[in-house]
């Protein structure tokens, strides 16, 4: 089975902080995804990665950064934290560029 | 650009009865993908089901069915007898294909079972 971990469930921060939120593969998988969740919209790609240290936005980049330095790891940086990037995060991972994404459990982040 | 509709945002049944859950999608693109997630309490989006624009044929898994008609652009999926265990909110998304990795998710139908 798949498995793509994300490091928090819950996160809590204050406005101005540096986020980083931290995801990981065990698959061996080429591509990986993030995703924030907002009610009423879906779900929305802020960034994607299909080889190590290439990344290229998705919808929504403003506001975040990612780094992939290894395979199986991909992260979300949320330079300045802001209040209206409270949301739930979620990372997925895919074997080809076009093809099923598994995810992780998600990331509920509060930005006080 | 791409599209995806799911207008039921909340739906509530008795537990044994049948649901529809509707999807209707929107792309100008003739190859594309259809998915069909699952997102329990626990958070995790579950893959169901993908289906590809060249096979319109329905299909069944257990109590799950999907139909699929390019003549409406629908992707509806239906669970039978339904269960607690359904209670989720279910994802339809598009992809197209071959060139675009990107999922185009709607808005999500939470679905509740009472028992």
């Known amino acids: 089975d798949v498995k793509v971990t994300q490091s928090s469930r819950y996160l809590v921060k204050r406005t101005g902080e540096k986020v980083f939120l931290e995801c990981v593969q065990d698959?061996?998988?080429?591509?990986m995804f993030w995703y924030r969740q907002d009610p009423g919209l879906g779900l929305r790609l802020i960034y994607f990665s299909y080889d190590v240290k290439m990344k290229e936005k998705g919808d929504i980049p403003e506001g975040y950064s990612v780094s992939r330095e290894k395979k199986e790891r991909f992260s979300l940086i949320l330079e300045s934290a802001s209040t209206n990037q409270t949301s739930m995060y979620l990372c997925a991972s895919s074997l080809y560029r076009v093809d099923i994404q598994y995810f992780g459990a998600g990331t509920r982040l509060s930005v006080l | 650009a791409q599209k995806v509709t799911q207008a039921q945002t909340e739906i509530s049944v008795v537990e044994k009865e049948d649901v529809t859950l509707d999807c209707v999608y929107e792309t100008r693109d003739t190859t594309y993908y259809l998915f069909w997630y699952k997102q329990p309490p626990s958070g995790e989006l579950v893959f169901l089901i993908r289906r590809n624009s060249f096979d319109e044929q329905n299909e069944i898994s257990g109590r799950y069915s999907w139909n699929f008609q390019k003549s409406t652009s629908s992707f509806n999926f239906t669970i039978t007898a339904s269960q607690v265990v359904d209670s989720a909110v279910y994802f339809c998304?598009?992809?197209?294909?071959?060139?675009?990795?990107?999922?185009?998710f709607g808005t999500g139908t939470r679905l509740t079972i009472i028992p």
């Open positions: 998304a598009l992809s197209l294909w071959p060139y675009d990795e990107k999922l185009t």
């Open positions: 698959m061996d998988h080429e591509n």
